[in-house]
């Protein structure tokens, strides 16, 4: 079946370090892929996403490019602020199954002053 | 601005004692989805109306069950919690249910379970 594999964490940064967070996906068909960010006792927020292969999802300094060769959609960003200490979701959603998102077990960044 | 609100933030109940939970949207989408996150883990689907069509996934114990009166507003019911249902509750929104459709999530209810 389809799924999400992330890279352990914590993380834990410098202010202005850069960040990289990776993750795999198996999938049957062609997913979207997707980063939720989730702040301390908060929802799911969506962070950027891609639906086709070499797109390329952005938002907020974040970028995540869908590589269907290496089955892959890691997240970066060049200069951590501590604001965005969070823990990070990445997820797919396959056809045929009616929007259901499959995530990865999260990632916890922590930046530190 | 449109939202996805449930209430409570925060709830305890009782072994065994029936509790509900709510979700409302102000997005009018047509499909909304409840997800158990556990401690650490990552949000699993329970089930999802598409409309008021009725999705469950196959791994959802009995216990669990949903109501959707109309479109804005869906119910979790635990009919009978264990100490093992003690999680954070998500509803999710999305217009479509479309593989790019993007989700749309509350900001849960923590259950606590006694």
């Known amino acids: 079946g389809d799924s999400v594999t992330q890279m352990e964490g914590p993380v834990t940064l410098s202010e202005e370090a850069f960040l990289t967070i990776n993750c795999t996906y198996t999938a049957t068909g062609y997913p979207s892929l997707f980063w939720y960010v989730q702040y301390p006792g908060e929802g799911l927020q969506l962070l950027l996403k891609?639906?086709?292969?070499?797109d390329k999802g952005s938002n907020k300094g974040f970028e995540a490019t869908y590589r269907k060769e290496t089955t892959s959609f890691h997240l970066e960003k060049g200069s951590v602020q501590v604001s965005d200490s969070a823990v990070y979701f990445c997820?797919?959603?396959?056809?045929?199954?009616?929007?259901?998102?499959?995530f990865g077990q999260g990632t916890t960044l922590q930046v530190k002053p | 601005d449109a939202m996805v609100i449930q209430n409570p933030r925060y709830q305890v109940t009782q072994f065994g004692k029936p509790v509900t939970l709510s979700c409302s949207q102000t997005?009018?989408?047509?499909?909304m989805y409840w997800y158990q996150q556990k401690s650490s883990q990552a949000p699993k689907l329970l089930f999802h109306y598409y409309d008021k069509d009725f999705n469950n996934e196959a791994d959802t114990p009995d216990n669990f069950q949903s109501r959707r009166p109309n479109t804005s507003f869906c119910f979790l019911d635990i009919r009978s919690p264990g100490l093992g249902d003690a999680a954070m509750y998500l509803c999710?929104?999305?217009?479509?249910?479309?593989?790019?459709?993007?989700?749309?999530f509350g900001p849960g209810t923590r259950l606590t379970v006694l």
């Open positions: 891609a639906t086709k292969a070499d």
């Open positions: 999710a929104t999305s217009s479509t249910g479309g593989v790019a459709d993007t989700q749309y």
């Open positions: 997820a797919l959603s396959d056809q045929g199954n009616t929007g259901k998102l499959i």
């Open positions: 997005l009018n989408h047509n499909v």
